[in-house]
């Protein structure tokens, strides 16, 4: 059974900082990984999706990085902001795509103004 | 990416009734899943539903307490039976949009006192 772990649980930071976030699964045998951020109370926004054919993924300040064979992802946030500050969300998709996503518990980010 | 609409966003509801929740997906979709989000806690999937075949319930989830009906490719909705407090939880659907990721609704935040 695939099961996905993030660290740190929890991230407080002064503005302006360079922030990695760190998740790891169990199981190589990804259709994709998946970053996303949730705002309390609220839905998931999708952040960035890397195949499991594809080593990294930018968009804007964020940039995920995906190294399958070890079971690790990275998402990068560059110059952090203030409305950096959510939870953020690694899933991972298995092969076979039937299944649903696995997620973490996530990382509580708070960016100090 | 999909826009799915998902409704209500949140409701109060008394033990012991049930609460239905629609999701409206803009194009046709082969699967819809069903997640819950309980206090502080990750995402976990319900159930998988098919259009045209019985929904599939991951352990810990039975149809008598989360009944899903699917009856074309752009609907879903999901029943959440003889509330207790320990329901109180945010549901979400969501698709899956292959080579896109998945998307998901905006969440249903459920209390029930």
């Known amino acids: 059974k695939q099961e996905v772990t993030q660290i740190p649980a929890a991230l407080s930071v002064p503005e302006g900082e360079n922030l990695v976030l760190n998740c790891s699964f169990t199981?190589?045998?990804?259709?994709?990984l998946q970053w996303f951020r949730q705002d309390p109370g609220k839905g998931l926004t999708s952040l960035l999706l890397?195949?499991?054919?594809?080593r990294e993924q930018t968009s804007g300040r964020l940039n995920a990085s995906l190294d399958k064979s070890s079971g690790r992802s990275t998402l990068y946030i560059a110059a952090s902001q203030p409305g950096d500050s959510a939870t953020y969300l690694c899933?991972?998709?298995?092969?076979?795509?039937?299944?649903?996503?696995?997620f973490g518990k996530g990382t509580h980010l708070i960016i100090q103004p | 990416s999909a826009v799915i609409s998902q409704k209500p966003s949140r409701d109060i509801c008394q033990r012991g009734t049930s609460l239905t929740i629609q999701c409206q997906v803009d194009?046709?979709?082969?699967?819809m899943f069903w997640y819950r989000q309980q206090p502080g806690q990750s995402l976990t999937l319900i159930a998988t539903?098919?259009?045209?075949?019985?929904?599939?319930?991951e352990s810990g989830f039975v149809i008598d307490k989360f009944p899903i009906s699917r009856p074309n490719l752009t609907f879903s909705t999901l029943t959440v039976s003889n509330m207790s407090p320990e329901d109180s939880s945010i549901y979400l659907c969501?698709?899956?949009?292959?080579?896109?990721?998945?998307?998901f609704g905006s969440g249903t935040r459920l209390t029930v006192v």
């Open positions: 194009s046709q979709v082969t699967m």
């Open positions: 199981d190589s045998a990804i259709y994709n």
């Open positions: 539903a098919n259009q045209g075949s019985e929904a599939t319930y």
């Open positions: 899933a991972v998709n298995p092969l076979g795509g039937a299944d649903g996503l696995t």
């Open positions: 890397i195949q499991s054919s594809q």
């Open positions: 969501s698709v899956d949009r292959y080579n896109y990721g998945y998307t």
